[in-house]
């Protein structure tokens, strides 16, 4: 993947260079980002703060720059890891005890959060004995952060007031750290809805997961409750943010990053029949489809007043047994943030806990579905739904799932854009094969239809241009890339290459006598069937010899160019 910093230039130097040779009529849609990426429409001071927060946001914290005493990573990325800045397969574990007087998060024995790493053997931390609850904890992260954030307070109460009794989530108010007048916001962030704002996840983070005490919680964590091992275990002057030595403190520095982040893309974007199905079984009374952040004028003009497509209601909803069991203030053990679904396709493993990883994208999906069924859950109703649809319907809804986190034009669904989705492949459709043909957002071609007109056609291609990983090259210069070519009439490249026969070597010249004719034919003949490489017959590549070979050698007929 390009580099964020140069990828508007990048996109904006390949239009004009396009525009100048008189070939392209500009799509009237931007590429989505892909995760990880920063917004549209940031300023280029903006875009230097996100890569400067980019870098911070992998830096290694050591014990000698603050991390520690006890802690769970050294840098942020590793457990927000897929992409940088999203969710990842990191775990921590929450502990506590229940009994008759309810429960208690064990605070002055460390809890609730466990921090499984020490600097050194004697600040280590172990769950305590008198623990009877412990809970695994999955990296859970959302990308668009700054997005999510700038949601209004009303509009998540008013989706809350909207909600059935029997499935209406709880607003949790939190305090925001960087506030010093006490305000309070509806929390958004966190397995429990606890964090209202980037910067205090920031701080809450850096503090709670590697040790780094800030400005905003300048204080040391006891390693296991005792506050008496804290100057035998760390003694970096406090607080020790920033670690890196210049004047921007780290906590800022990741909070524009995060704050920048753009979110998963959709693809397509919209009209899947799943999508009906999704919110005719009530799926999207919680997972709310859309939001428009605050108009704000105080708001970067990035975040102010944009459409977002989160599938998620940032509310808590009770979960019954499928809950983690750890009461958060005023958030109950049953109860648990509904997660956004954006990017769920590249999510693994989900649920709270990690419970469902691996297998299929279907299979984890189909299981996560039918878990909110489980006893004294609000999500009943919606499994018991979904069960009773017939198995096209089932998959018509999951194929809408997984287009949340869909790169366009990715067919094979490997996160990148390259010549496998110009020619395809076993996983997937791709353009070349798609090119002219009309297609409705439930079909496979419709990874390749961007604008959404109905047809693969010229009008994607200068936005397949830009989303092209590989080099883009002109090898017979004639103004037009040769992949737009290819895609366009595939029997310029035969050999699937990646470059226009007419500017290979004369690949139907087997003998090397400088022109294609009847000893060639002779040659291919007697290397006919299958054939492992290297194998000059097999003109097309693609394991034998046989009449696609001859179509093409006669297609190449004459002396070589």
């Not at 994208?361 to 649809?389: C, D, K, N, P, W």
């Not at 090259?473 to 050999?495: A, K, P, T």
């Amino acid at each position: 993947m390009r580099h964020p910093r140069f990828q508007r230039v990048y996109r904006g130097l390949i239009a004009l260079i396009a525009m100048a040779a008189g070939q392209m009529v500009w799509a009237q849609v931007d590429l989505q980002p892909r995760p990880g990426e920063p917004l549209l429409g940031l300023t280029p001071s903006q875009l230097d703060r996100f890569e400067a927060g980019l870098a911070a946001y992998q830096l290694t914290i050591l014990p000698s720059t603050g991390l520690g005493p006890v802690f769970n990573q050294q840098s942020c990325a590793s457990c927000h890891n897929n992409p940088v800045g999203g969710p990842g397969a990191q775990f921590v574990t929450r502990f506590g005890r229940l009994d008759k007087g309810g429960f208690d998060p064990l605070e002055s024995l460390g809890g609730s959060l466990l921090q499984s790493e020490s600097i050194s053997p004697d600040c280590s931390e172990v769950v305590p004995a008198s623990a009877n609850i412990t809970s695994l904890r999955v990296t859970p992260g959302v990308l668009a952060y700054g997005l999510v954030e700038s949601i209004l307070d009303s509009d998540l109460l008013a989706i809350r007031d909207s909600q059935p009794a029997g499935v209406r989530g709880d607003a949790r108010m939190v305090g925001m750290l960087e506030d010093p007048d006490g305000g309070e916001r509806v929390g958004r962030f966190g397995w429990k809805s606890q964090i209202a704002t980037v910067m205090t996840f920031s701080a809450d983070a850096a503090l709670n997961e590697m040790g780094l005490t800030n400005a905003l919680l300048p204080d040391e964590i006891a390693p296991q409750g005792d506050a008496s091992m804290i100057d035998l275990c760390d003694d970096v002057p406090d607080p020790e943010d920033p670690p890196d030595g210049h004047p921007v403190s780290f906590i800022q520095r990741v909070t524009d990053f995060q704050r920048y982040l753009a979110p998963p893309p959709q693809t397509p974007r919209s009209g899947m029949t799943g999508e009906l199905i999704f919110e005719q079984i009530g799926c999207a009374t919680c997972h709310v489809p859309s939001f428009t952040t605050s108009s704000d004028p105080l708001l970067e003009e990035a975040l102010r007043g944009v459409e977002i497509r989160p599938y998620g209601d940032f509310l808590l909803h009770g979960m019954g047994l499928a809950g983690d069991g750890i009461v958060d203030q005023s958030a109950t053990g049953q109860q648990l943030r509904t997660p956004p679904l954006w990017g769920i396709r590249f999510r693994s493993p989900i649920w709270h806990d990690g419970r469902f990883a691996g297998g299929t994208f279907e299979e984890r999906m189909t299981y996560a579905i039918y878990e909110h069924g489980l006893f004294a859950s609000q999500g009943v109703e919606a499994a018991t739904a979904f069960a009773a649809l017939n198995s096209t319907e089932k998959s018509l809804l999951i194929q809408f799932l997984d287009s949340l986190g869909r790169i366009e034009f990715d067919a094979d669904g490997d996160k990148q854009v390259i010549w496998d989705d110009v020619f395809g492949s076993d996983d997937g459709t791709g353009i070349a094969e798609c090119y002219g043909l009309t297609c409705t957002p439930d079909d496979p071609c419709a990874i390749h239809d961007v604008n959404q007109d109905g047809v693969v056609d010229d009008d994607d291609l200068p936005l397949f241009v830009l989303a092209f990983d590989e080099t883009l090259e002109d090898c017979d210069g004639d103004g037009i890339w040769d992949v737009e070519q290819i895609i366009q009439d595939v029997s310029l490249d035969m050999n699937q290459d990646g470059s226009l026969d007419a500017c290979d070597d004369c690949v139907a010249d087997i003998d090397g006598s400088g022109s294609v004719e009847v000893n060639d034919v002779l040659l291919l003949l007697s290397s006919w069937g299958e054939c492992s490489p290297p194998c000059d017959a097999d003109l097309n590549n693609d394991g034998s010899v046989d009449v696609n070979d001859v179509l093409m050698l006669l297609s190449l007929w004459g002396k070589c160019p």
